[in-house]
């Protein structure tokens, strides 16, 4: 009998798990040695153990003992775990649609998945891991995720690849086949048939093309050890089409989409290029694409004293500066602390992410000496002018050339935006509704904030600038007493001139602004010259304005020619599209025959020494 009993005792704890030694096993402990397997090709340097994407083990301790002396990282840690904290008591996501997208449901999935998975390698804290492998189930469980908008799949398959890649070592093998099961089904194969098929993305020169070729190459390294027909299938692909958008840095950084996808865009760049580079040990090439290496200047200059952006594009309303966080990756690649110096001041203010933790570059205090003015050349160009880069009050214009077709892009060449005494003064409006009808099609410029009418250029007889019209700067001068650019913009007018230059000076020891256009006209009509801005508009007579912002003053002023005046108009709009409520038009109105025709407006923030009996000589444009 007691033999017998004795058996039973061990049965009993054979089949519940539980050593003899009275401690329950690891469900996720192997019990049968499993071979390794052979990869080849692409695969052959697959690093075979979990976690391998982005942030590694060995990665995460450097970090973990570089945060005991570095106050920086723990406040970034910090505010990660914070707001995982938060993550814990979210209502899981639910295969919800807003228009034709599920984008929004794949970014919170993407910011949990991090957020949770990261405050749980780094606590050990149990709830975490729990609530983290809850919302993969979840979405692991979709029906689909909306193959249809593709940016919504790469999204969730970087989400869920990073769940299952990160918290691998923690799952029992059973939840580790659930979310396998659903990367695959509902990611890498749509992104497989999408490839068959040369989806239009595959080759894009611009965000689709990172985000998506990047989405599915963190996802196919997840699972590249058991699944290396989907390896060998996806990842050549992936960085022999990303090239296709990551030479639109070239030739000196500017993303031609504007700020706002500069950050979307390079984010998917680094995720994709750090992901190949910690799993395979290479980043076949890809950083060493032109203008890479430089882009990370392009958000430093890009925002005002202000923090707003220069926001061409369709980039958000009043987009403002964040940290941009790939600028921190970037420094690393490239070994410039320029770039993550400037993360580091903004998250001084602002909450840190995840990926200032996991790309995270001890402050190195390197911006001792800027440059005041910056040219960028590119397929959409630009130039930037300060007073100083100390200042917080201090004066700051910029300009963009370019192409009007750019992906995104609004019919604004020769746009300006202007930040003086802490105020945006001339401003652009942003994006209108992506839900509206046609938004990206046939009726993208009868909206009014993506045609010319609400942007700071001019307009001849009423009419937006060509849809297919390019221009060029033909003069730059920086570091000089007057900074100055100008611009051939000729063919986005060439219905009614045969040439048309725009030109801008930071004048009066860089405390005000010249504004110059010149056009040789073809047809008699209407210039109109406008300036779009949040300020009260008074004028005080037909060639002086006053333009006040929460007590702050800015006067305008027509040097030429003798018969333009101003107006003040409203920028408001009718729903559906975005009402612009507040939104004022400076504007300068004149009517002229054929011929030569110069139009010039100084703005002159008004200082406290200011000197308002400051008037520069007119020169011509090619006297610059």
Known sequence: MKK????????????????????????????????????TGILSTLKLEHPRLLLTDSRLQELKTLSISDSRLQKYVSDVVSQADKDIFKSPIQHVLIGPRLLDKSRECLS???????????????????????????????????????????????AVAIGYDWLYNKMDQLTRNQIRTGLIKLGLNEGKKAYAANAWWIKVDHNWNQVCNSGLVIGALAVAETDPEIGLTIIPKAIEYLPYALKSYGPDGVWGEGPGYWGYATDYTAYGIAALQSALGKDFGLTQTPGMSLTGYFPI????????????????????????????????VYNNNHFSDFVNEQ????TANVYDVIWFRPYANSAAVRDLDKFFDGEVALYFSRSSWSDPIGLWVGIKAGYNKVNHAHLDLGNFEIDALGVRWARDLGSDDYNLPDYFGSLRYTYYRLNSLSHNVPM?????????????????????????????????????????????????????????????????????????????IQLINPKQAQLIIGGQKLIA????????????????????????????????????????????????????????????????????
């Not at 998945?113 to 149990?126: Q, S």
């Not at 925002?303 to 970037?330: F, I, Q, R, V």
């Not at 001139?497 to 008699?524: H, M, N, W, Y």
Request: charged share 20%; net charge neutral; proline share 6%.
């Open 4 to 39: 017998f009993l004795t058996c039973c005792f061990l049965t009993f704890f054979l089949f519940n798990g539980v050593t003899l030694s009275g401690c329950k096993k690891n469900p996720t402990e192997d019990v049968t040695p499993v071979e390794p397997p052979t990869l």
């Open 112 to 158: 949990r998945v991090y957020n949770l998975a990261f405050a749980y390698r780094w606590t050990g804290n149990e709830k975490y891991l729990s609530s983290a492998i809850s919302n993969l189930r979840i979405v692991c469980a979709f029906d689909d995720w909306n193959p249809s908008h593709f940016l919504d799949v790469a999204e969730m398959t970087h």
């Open 301 to 332: 200059y890009s925002a005002g004293p202000t923090g707003y952006m220069l926001n061409y594009a369709d980039a958000g309303e009043k987009s403002k500066l964040g940290a941009p966080h790939p600028a921190m990756w970037l420094a690393n």
């Open 347 to 350: 998250l001084a203010t602002r």
């Open 460 to 536: 001849l007889s009423g009419k937006s600038q060509r849809e297919d019209a390019t221009s060029k700067f033909i003069n730059h001068k920086e570091g000089v007493s007057e900074p100055c650019s100008v611009i051939d913009f000729t063919e986005a007018y060439k219905d009614y001139a045969s040439s048309a230059l725009r030109g801008l000076k930071v004048v009066g020891g860089r405390k005000s602004i010249l504004i110059q256009d010149e056009f040789v006209l073809t047809k008699p009509g209407e210039i109109a010259w406008g300036m779009t801005t949040d300020a009260t």
């Open 557 to 624: 002023r027509i040097l030429s020619p003798a018969n333009a005046v101003f107006t003040s108009e409203s920028a408001q709009q009718a729903k559906p599209q975005s009402e612009n409520i507040g939104v004022s038009r400076l504007m300068a109105r004149t009517t002229e025959p054929i011929g030569n025709v110069t139009i010039s407006i100084l703005l002159i923030p008004q200082w406290p020494d200011v000197d308002n009996n400051f008037v520069p000589v007119v020169k011509p444009l090619s006297q610059w």
